[in-house]
């Protein structure tokens, strides 16, 4: 809405101008008729109305033209009295323009704004005073109107200079914004990126392993297909099995094997137990079920088990502090593992995570789960004050039936 607003500025003193002058052509019309035999007389009085209409459309685009086109009007109303306006009302116009140029220019031409708001508003009471007669036979009340017409041009180049701060500053608020939203982007990229590495480390050695083992067998088959035939079955098999394990794991991560892998251990399932005692010794209590046996995950969804089974107990003793309780379930008895880690502070000194918030585990949580086939869901539990609730299912590949 803000930058709606921003972007549609520019009509504003336009569409001021046209009312404007629309506006006071119909109130003065009877007065000053533009017809064949006035419009030596009328002429002037339109010209400068038109004039003044013309500084207020371009106060804001062009304000050093348009305090010349105001300050051409008051001369040529000087030079030419049939152009003075006969409402007073109408050099309200000049308000305008000093508002709009004061809130516009910055630095040195605030001054020559306020001259020209201070020197529009004199000039205007001497025009009145003289073809009016404002104040005439009483000296006094001539002055009070003199310093009455200059204080008001200074308030309105005060208004606008306080209109021209704040359109600023909200002008540099939408900036930010913006620039945050990207700087926010180019971040979770660089963290998808990131982690996405750490993915393809992770998994370089499985990777290689599955495709030994697949050589290493087929140059045993090969070899004994004509010596002993009755060996290849077995080989053959091991190949079909190896092989389905490692199309998975291609296919899970294919886009993410980037640069060079450092061989980093790749923990599993067998690990979790290790995992729990060490967090339990660090103060966190954690409490573990377990259903059914996960006999269909590869080693490369056992690491995201592993993984984000120790990000989220992690960040259990992270936010919610030593004595914190957190449960952890793991659910095989369906074709995959779900995986359900619930925590909660042990006193009210300590929060959850805002909800929302993308930080590098929590984003590095749901790519190993998507890369695995699965998903992970993580934000507060709506059941317990101050808890923290992470779920997440990885999918079984299946294991193959061979028949030898």
């Not at 590869?298 to 914190?324: D, F, P």
């Not at 190993?368 to 590949?397: M, N």
Request: aromatic share 6%; glycine share 10%.
């Amino acid at each position: 809405m803000r930058s709606l607003l921003l972007r549609s500025r520019w009509l504003l003193e336009p569409a001021i101008a046209v009312a404007f002058f629309v506006f006071w052509a119909i109130a003065l019309v009877g007065r000053n008729q533009l017809v064949p035999g006035h419009l030596r007389s009328e002429g002037p009085f339109w010209a400068a109305l038109l004039i003044l209409a013309c500084a207020i459309g371009l106060a804001r685009l062009s304000p050093i033209v348009a305090m010349a086109a105001g300050t051409a009007v008051l001369i040529g109303q000087l030079l030419f009295p049939a152009g003075i306006f006969d409402d007073p009302l109408v050099y309200l116009g000049y308000g305008i323009v000093a508002l709009v140029v004061a809130a516009t220019v910055r630095g040195r031409m605030r001054v020559v704004a306020f001259i020209f708001a201070v020197g529009a508003g004199v000039s205007t009471a001497g025009l009145l005073a003289w073809w009016l007669g404002v104040g005439r036979g009483d000296a006094a009340a001539r002055a009070l109107f003199f310093i009455l017409c200059a204080v008001a041009g200074a308030v309105a180049w005060l208004i606008g200079t306080l209109i021209g701060v704040w359109a600023r500053s909200l002008q540099k608020e939408v900036e930010l914004e913006q620039a945050t939203s990207r700087l926010r982007l180019a971040e979770v990229e660089a963290l998808v990126s990131d982690e996405r590495e750490r993915i393809a480390q992770d998994v370089h050695d499985i990777m290689a392993h599955s495709l030994s083992v697949i050589l290493a067998q087929a140059d045993g088959a090969r070899l004994l297909a004509e010596g002993r035939p009755s060996a290849v079955a077995p080989s053959l098999a091991t190949i079909a099995d190896t092989a389905r394990s490692s199309l998975t794991e291609v296919r899970v991560l294919i886009e993410t094997l980037v640069g060079a892998p450092s061989g980093d251990a790749h923990p599993g399932l067998e690990e979790l137990d290790a995992l729990v005692k060490r967090l339990s010794d660090a103060g966190l209590s954690v409490s573990v079920e377990r259903f059914g046996e996960p006999d269909d995950l590869t080693a490369a969804q056992q690491l995201a088990v592993y993984r984000i089974v120790q990000e989220a107990l992690t960040n259990a003793l992270k936010h919610a502090g030593r004595g914190a309780v957190a449960r952890l379930a793991l659910d095989a008895r369906d074709d995959g593992m779900s995986i359900s880690v619930a925590s909660h502070p042990a006193d009210s000194t300590h929060s959850s995570p805002a909800a929302g918030a993308a930080g590098r585990g929590l984003i590095g949580m749901r790519e190993r789960a998507r890369f695995a086939g699965g998903w992970l869901d993580a934000g507060p539990d709506d059941d317990v004050p101050g808890g923290y609730l992470v779920t997440a299912y990885i999918p079984a590949v299946g294991r193959a039936t061979v028949t030898a």
